[in-house]
């Protein structure tokens, strides 16, 4: 392999994910499935409301449709009393307009009939049963409390009004969303297709998954094509491994090779071989390669090195092979390329999974570059830390299961103190409580 070191010109990270973002477009086209099959997924399109919602008006409690002028002396002492003219169930339709003097029997979510304005809580009721009446029957109610108008009555558009936008497009279908597709009658709903990436892991020290301890000396198992394979999937996106590659050229060019040209995948993710040592393959994979470099060098830490190429029109994401750093990189870098995929507009500034927190570490001094610490979060009287969640060497890797977010040291600065206030990206997919 040729070992001298091919010209680095070292970018931001706002660079960087510009020049990414410049490559993808639109996003992925859409797909049409079934609303079940439609959770977890991107929105393809903008969804509004075809009518008002709610398109009748409708009582949010059990009680009485009332006229509220009808209820103004009303007290306790001194209730007012009113015809009962009917009772109306939910999906029922009011057969009768309320007038003055009168009320209607009506459920939680029932239509609220012509003429009544407001609707009093059972509660706050008393009926009067004539005798000899069958139970729960009566013609008269005493209402011992005033009612204004509109006091438990959800009116017509209350919610949203016709042609309103209820969901963007790139909107994640979660529980919530899937009920209102559910309202408004989609059976099925056109989303963007899931990305499919393939992960490769170089290296010749790898191992497979399965191999029985104790292992020899200087070979490790991959756990880094595990890892990506993970955080694709809590960005939406389907994974493949591939088999591990050598640090030889000719193992890893075909091979990369084949899959962006085979048109079955939307981006390939590689780890490993993208620093300046003997052995490392990707750095002269980008050297004879006929695809567009990107980048080879990000003002970031860890995962300086991270590069990415674009080649028959499909990214190559080459993180490094170090664990934590592997991980930087595909937050930083590939997963807003995915949501991208998916139609999300701008997943990045300010990006959903950005917040302030207070910093509960030890002092952290600054750097040249930005700085990315895995930490983990606590809350307490309703504020949120974030403190260490252990090792920060860009090699540690027990410390990534414990990482709920990444806390941004500026560059070029003291660093952060305990105390101060904090940058912080949630990393999608681990919990945060």
Request: proline residues 7%; contains cysteine; glycine residues 10%.
């Amino acid at each position: 392999m040729n070992s001298s070191i091919p010209r680095r010109t070292m970018i931001t990270v706002e660079e960087a994910q510009a020049r990414i973002a410049a490559q993808l477009g639109k996003g992925l086209p859409s797909e049409q499935v079934p609303l079940l099959g439609s959770l977890g997924r991107r929105l393809a399109r903008d969804l509004v409301a075809d009518q008002p919602i709610p398109h009748f008006s409708r009582s949010g409690v059990d009680g009485y449709a009332v006229r509220a002028q009808d209820t103004a002396c009303a007290e306790p002492g001194r209730p007012a009393v009113l015809d009962v003219v009917e009772t109306i169930a939910c999906g029922q339709v009011p057969q009768a307009s309320i007038g003055a003097g009168q009320a209607a029997r009506i459920m939680t979510g029932a239509a609220v009939p012509a003429g009544a304005d407001a609707v009093i809580m059972l509660e706050m009721t008393e009926a009067v049963v004539p005798a000899g009446s069958p139970p729960g029957t009566s013609t008269l109610v005493r209402v011992g409390k005033p009612a204004a108008p509109g006091d438990n009555v959800t009116a017509v558009g209350r919610e949203a009004a016709a042609g309103e936008l209820l969901l963007a497009a790139g909107t994640r279908i979660g529980a919530g969303e899937a009920a209102v597709l559910a309202s408004l009658g989609c059976a099925s709903v056109a989303v963007r297709k899931r990305p499919l990436v393939a992960v490769l892991a170089t290296g010749t020290e790898l191992l497979p998954v399965d191999t029985p301890s104790p292992l020899p000396v200087s070979g490790i198992r991959d756990s880094n094509s595990t890892m990506l394979a993970a955080l694709a999937a809590s960005a939406g996106a389907d994974a493949e491994l591939l088999r591990t590659a050598s640090d030889r050229l000719e193992d890893v060019l075909p091979l990369v090779r084949q899959v962006m040209s085979s048109g079955d995948y939307d981006a390939i993710i590689t780890s490993g071989g993208v620093s300046v040592g003997d052995y490392d393959v990707m750095v002269e994979l980008f050297r004879q390669w006929d695809g567009e470099l990107l980048f080879n060098k990000v003002q970031m830490r860890p995962g300086s090195p991270t590069s990415v190429g674009v080649w028959h029109n499909r990214l190559l994401f080459a993180l490094s092979g170090n664990p934590s750093a592997c991980m930087v990189g595909f937050e930083l870098m590939v997963r807003p390329a995915l949501l991208r995929m998916q139609g999300v507009e701008d997943p990045v500034n300010p990006g959903p999974n950005r917040f302030e927190a207070v910093w509960d570490g030890e002092i952290v001094k600054g750097t040249v570059y930005e700085r990315y610490i895995r930490a983990k979060l606590r809350f307490e009287a309703g504020t949120v830390y974030v403190m260490p969640a252990g090792g920060n060497k860009s090699s540690d890797l027990i410390s990534l299961s414990k990482a709920q977010c990444l806390v941004i040291v500026p560059p070029g600065g003291e660093g952060i103190t305990p105390g101060s206030h904090v940058q912080v990206i949630g990393i999608e997919g681990c919990s945060l409580f």
